[in-house]
Structure formats: C-alpha cells, structure tokens
C-alpha cells in the first residue's frame, strides 16, 4: 500500500512540474535556453524514474509487462537466380532492301506496305518503251543476217563464192545474235524481283520516279526468323556464353519469354566497351527494332536461402541478422544474433551462404529496435 502511495505521489509531482511549466511566462533569450536546458535535464530524470518504477512493478505483478513486438519471417529454400540486366531489340536475320541493276524511271510498282512476297517475285518495272524499239529493229536486221548467211553457205558448199565472203556473212549473223543477246539481258534488267521472302515494309519510290543502283524501292523483312540483339558490358565477358538461359520482356505488349543465348561475340566495341549477344526468337507477333528487356541468368541456386537486403547488420564481428527463438509461450521469442556471409544480390534480395537455414525464424520488422537476448511478444 505504501508502494502504491508512492506512486501516487509521484505522477502527482509529474503533474505539477507540467503545470508549472506552462503557466509560467515564456522567457526570451539567455534566460529561455538556461530553462529549456533545465527542463531536458527534468525530462530525462523523470525518464529514467519512470522507466525505473515501470520494472520493479512489472516484477512485483503489480502491472503487466510489456515486450516490445516484433514480425517474424519464416526462411525456406527456393530457387535463387542473378540475372545481368540490359536493354536489346528485335532483329530480322533478312532485312533486304529491293533495287534496280539500271537506272531508270519506274513504269509499274506492284507492292505496297505490309504485303507478303516470295523470292523471285516481279514487284515493279523499269520504263522499257526505247528498248523494245531497239529490239524490234535488231531482230529485223538479224533476219536479214541470217538470210544473207544461209545463202552465203549454200553458194559456199557449192564451192561458189569466196571464203571472205562466207566469213564476213556468218560473222554479221553471230555479231547480230550477240547484240540481241544483249539487249534482252538489258531488258530483263528493267524487272524487279524481291530478293527473299518475306513482308514489304517502307515502299520508298512510286510510279514515274527514277531509280539507280543501290537506291532501295522498299525493304522486305522476313519475320519468319527473328532474334533478340542487345550488348553486353565487358565486365561480363567470362560470366556470358552460348547456351545461357534469357528471359525477355517485351514492355509495349506486356509479354515475357524465356529464351536461349544463340550466339557471342568474340569482339569488344572500343567505343563502349561493349560485346553483341543474339537469342533466338522465332515467329510471332513481333516487330523488327521492337525493344526488349533482357535477363540473362549467369547465376543459379535451385536450392538457396534468401532474405531482403534490408534486414542485415553490420557490427564489429561482421554481417548478422536477429533470429527469434520461440519460447514455452506461443506469444513469446527469445532474440538471438546470428553472424552471415552473403551471396548474391539481385533485386533488392541476397543469397545467404552461411548462417541461416530452412525453418530459422528470422525478425522482418522491429529489429531495429531490440537486443539479443531480449524477450519479444510475436
């Protein structure tokens, strides 16, 4: 009872110090940091009487103690994986640009964007109108050559004639023939064929424009064979090799695939310190320079133990982390220390390799603010 009175006095005294404190007149100045100072220094002795008090009632079952809370996590095995993260783009194996082998002006264009050719496929045609005149006339002058040479010959194996004429005759034919020859092979040329299968993209010219060797009329794309195309830093250089599992993710369409790297190069980039790494990627709805997010697994544990970055300490012994050992009472753990060594880091997780095991309770929120050896309410 005389403990109670005690107590009774004190939080009496508590009270009264308050009240004096606000009802007097604030003071300014030197005069208002002395009391301020002088305040802290009251707060923090009735602190620790306070603090000292709540303990011994709390042993004596006067009132309930109170154990700080904290949130447990139970640790399992999973799958852990590292991934080396970089951005790529969808590429065609074939991406060829369509163009003439004369320059000319385009009297027929047979394609538009997005239609789907097949190699050798006639997709457009030079002005041929002077040709075929040249061509007509040829063909008449070669009929007479060829009269003129088959009479020749016959007068010829009559022993008629001279050999000069039989000669100049056969010579006028076969000149005739080879100017023919030709000029069809010219004319063939003012035909253009798509030089693979695939899907038109970019008709760049139309009727009556000109064009000339290595201008492109339009690009064909075979979507048929894609790969993925992205570069790699050098420091990876040793980690990243042909075989390599790839997730990618294609953001606009809010889609991920898993792949195989299909090839690497043995060439660094001197202007980026950089090597190019190509996935396979086959059919479907994609488009070629589409970007794509690129993972690249160069680390894999099936069977790891992984906690949140976020959840380990650094003391003068090393890493470690709080583990709760749970006690008699299901409400009550037990705090222990528990020293680590780190894996790897991805995504904001790391791979214990010592210290911790399937099944350790480990403390996920409050840790911040209890000791080992601490009992905690859980």
């Not at 139970?74 to 991934?83: D, I, K, S, V």
């Not at 009727?207 to 009329?217: F, H, Y």
């Not at 809010?254 to 790297?261: A, M």
């Not at 950089?274 to 697994?297: H, P, R």
Request: proline share 3%; with cysteine; net charge negative.
């Amino acid at each position: 009872m005389k403990k109670y009175q005690s107590l009774s006095y004190f939080f009496a005294l508590i009270t009264l110090t308050v009240l004096m404190a606000c009802g007097a007149t604030t003071p300014s100045g030197e005069e208002g940091l002395a009391q301020l100072s002088a305040l802290k220094e009251q707060r923090s002795a009735l602190e620790k009487q306070i603090a000292s008090l709540e303990k011994q009632l709390e042993e004596e079952g006067v009132i309930e103690k109170r154990y700080r809370r904290v949130g447990l996590d139970e640790l399992t095995q999973a799958p852990f994986q590292h991934y080396i993260d970089l951005q790529g783009k969808v590429d065609a194996d074939e991406s060829v640009a369509a163009t003439a082998r004369i320059p000319g002006a385009l009297q027929k264009v047979y394609i538009n964007n997005g239609d789907n050719v097949k190699q050798g496929q006639l997709i457009a045609e030079l002005d041929n109108a002077v040709m075929l005149k040249n061509l007509a006339e040829l063909e008449g002058k070669a009929a007479l050559t060829e009269d003129l040479y088959i009479r020749q010959k016959t007068l010829w194996d009559q022993n008629i004639g001279s050999e000069v004429q039989y000669i100049q005759a056969k010579n006028n034919k076969e000149s005739m023939e080879r100017a023919i020859a030709t000029l069809k092979e010219n004319l063939a040329m003012t035909k253009i064929y798509a030089p693979t299968s695939g899907t038109v993209d970019l008709v760049y010219l139309k009727q009556g424009q000109a064009i000339s060797p290595g201008m492109p009329l339009c690009n064909i794309l075979n979507l048929n064979d894609l790969k993925i195309v992205g570069s790699v830093t050098e420091a990876y250089a040793s980690k990243v090799k042909e075989g390599d599992h790839v997730k990618v993710y294609f953001p606009d369409m809010e889609k991920e695939i898993t792949t195989k790297v299909s090839y690497v190069s043995k060439q660094i980039n001197p202007a980026n310190r950089t090597f190019l790494i190509e996935c396979k990627l086959g059919k479907g709805d994609y488009w070629s320079n589409q970007i794509a997010v690129m993972k690249i697994v160069d680390y894999e544990n099936t069977k790891a133990v992984a906690i949140p970055v976020n959840l380990i300490q650094t003391g003068e012994d090393g890493d470690y982390v709080l583990i709760a050992d749970k006690t008699g009472d299901d409400n009550r753990a037990i705090v222990s220390k528990r020293l680590i060594e780190q894996g790897h880091i991805y995504n904001g997780y790391v791979e214990i390799v010592s210290g911790l095991q399937a099944g350790d309770q480990i403390i996920s929120t409050g840790f911040q603010d209890v000791t080992p050896g601490e009992t905690v309410s859980i």
